[in-house]
C-alpha cells in the first residue's frame, strides 16, 4: 500500500476530526493516542491495550507503517488462538483466555445496517450511509430486514465476533452475498483473520480520507 498519502506535516489542528502528526505519537499522552486510535478503528479498550505500547515504542513514517505494524500484531495474535485452539494439551479456559481479547477488538464494531440500535463513529456513519438508504420504502425495510437476519445467523455461527468488511463503496447486495459466503464456509479461524484484514483495510482508508481532509483545510486556509 502507498504510503505517500499517509505524511502529516503542516495540518490543521482546527480541523475536525484530525490526525495528529505521526512523528508526534510517541509525545502524546496516553489520552491523544486513544483518541487517534478510535479515529481509525473502532474504541476498544483491548485494541487500546494492545497498541499503545506499540505507538510508544516505535517511530513511524506513516499511518500506512502503523496500520500494517498493528495488523501484523492482530494476526500473530490469530496465529496464537488457532495453534492453542488445535492444541488438545491446552486448557480449555487457556484457550478462551487467549482468544478473548481478539474477539473483544473484532466485536467492537458496528453491525452493518442498524444505526438506529448502536452508537455508530462519524466514520461508520460514513462508511455505512448507502447500506441505508436509497430504493423504495417497502424494498428499504425487505433489505434491512434481511441484513438483520444476516447479521445474527452470522452472531450465531461465531459467537462473540461482528462481521467485519470494507464496504469500499460496494452495495448492499454484494456485501450480503459476501456475509452468506462467509456464514457458509463456517470457519473461524479464517473469520478472524478476514476480520482483521477488513477492520485494518478501513482504518487504512478512514487515515487516507482524514489526512485528505486536513490537508485541503490547510490549502483552503491559504488560498
Same mark, same amino acid.
Given at each position: 500500500?502507498?504510503?505517500?498519502h499517509?505524511?502529516?506535516?503542516?495540518?490543521?489542528?482546527?480541523?475536525?476530526?484530525?490526525?495528529?502528526?505521526?512523528?508526534s505519537?510517541?509525545? @502524546?499522552?496516553?489520552? /491523544? $493516542?486513544i483518541?487517534? %486510535?478510535?479515529?481509525?478503528f473502532?474504541?476498544?479498550?483491548? @485494541?487500546?491495550?494492545?497498541?499503545?505500547?506499540? %505507538?510508544?515504542?516505535?517511530?513511524?513514517?506513516?499511518?500506512?507503517?502503523?496500520?500494517?505494524?498493528?495488523?501484523?500484531?492482530?494476526?500473530?495474535?490469530a496465529?496464537?488462538?488457532?495453534?492453542?485452539?488445535?492444541?488438545?494439551?491446552?486448557p480449555?479456559?487457556?484457550?478462551?483466555?487467549?482468544?478473548?481479547? @481478539?474477539h473483544?477488538?473484532? !466485536?467492537?464494531?458496528p453491525?452493518?445496517?442498524?444505526?438506529?440500535?448502536?452508537?455508530?463513529? /462519524?466514520?461508520s456513519? +460514513?462508511?455505512?450511509?448507502?447500506?441505508?438508504?436509497?430504493g #423504495?420504502?417497502?424494498?428499504?425495510?425487505?433489505?434491512?430486514?434481511? $441484513? &438483520?437476519?444476516?447479521? #445474527?445467523?452470522?452472531?450465531? #455461527?461465531?459467537?462473540? @465476533?461482528?462481521?467485519?468488511?470494507?464496504?469500499n463503496?460496494r452495495?448492499?447486495?454484494?456485501?450480503? !452475498?459476501?456475509? +452468506?459466503?462467509?456464514?457458509?464456509?463456517?470457519?473461524?479461524?479464517? *473469520?478472524e483473520?478476514?476480520?482483521?484484514?477488513?477492520?485494518?483495510?478501513?482504518? /487504512?482508508d &478512514?487515515? /487516507? +480520507?482524514?489526512?485528505?481532509?486536513?490537508? *485541503?483545510?490547510? *490549502?483552503? !486556509?491559504?488560498?
Amino acid at each position: 500500500m502507498s504510503s505517500s498519502h499517509t505524511h502529516s506535516t503542516h495540518l490543521n489542528p482546527e480541523a475536525t476530526p484530525f490526525l495528529p502528526a505521526i512523528t508526534s505519537l510517541p509525545t @502524546l499522552p496516553d489520552a /491523544a $493516542l486513544i483518541s487517534t %486510535l478510535d479515529l481509525l478503528f473502532e474504541p476498544s479498550p483491548d @485494541l487500546h491495550a494492545l497498541a499503545l505500547p506499540t %505507538l510508544r515504542t516505535i517511530s513511524f513514517s506513516s499511518y500506512d507503517d502503523l496500520i500494517s505494524t498493528l495488523r501484523d500484531e492482530l494476526l500473530a495474535i490469530a496465529d496464537a488462538v488457532a495453534l492453542a485452539a488445535a492444541d488438545p494439551s491446552v486448557p480449555q479456559i487457556e484457550k478462551e483466555n487467549i482468544q478473548r481479547p @481478539l474477539h473483544a477488538i473484532l !466485536g467492537s464494531h458496528p453491525r452493518l445496517g442498524e444505526p438506529k440500535k448502536e452508537k455508530l463513529s /462519524a466514520q461508520s456513519q +460514513k462508511e455505512q450511509a448507502h447500506l441505508n438508504s436509497g430504493g #423504495k420504502q417497502g424494498e428499504e425495510e425487505v433489505v434491512k430486514e434481511e $441484513l &438483520r437476519r444476516l447479521n #445474527k445467523e452470522y452472531e450465531d #455461527k461465531f459467537p462473540g @465476533l461482528r462481521y467485519v468488511v470494507w464496504v469500499n463503496g460496494r452495495g448492499r447486495v454484494e456485501v450480503m !452475498g459476501d456475509m +452468506k459466503r462467509r456464514i457458509a464456509r463456517g470457519d473461524l479461524r479464517a *473469520e478472524e483473520r478476514e476480520g482483521i484484514e477488513a477492520m485494518c483495510d478501513i482504518a /487504512a482508508d &478512514r487515515a /487516507a +480520507k482524514l489526512l485528505k481532509s486536513a490537508q *485541503e483545510a490547510v *490549502e483552503h !486556509g491559504s488560498a
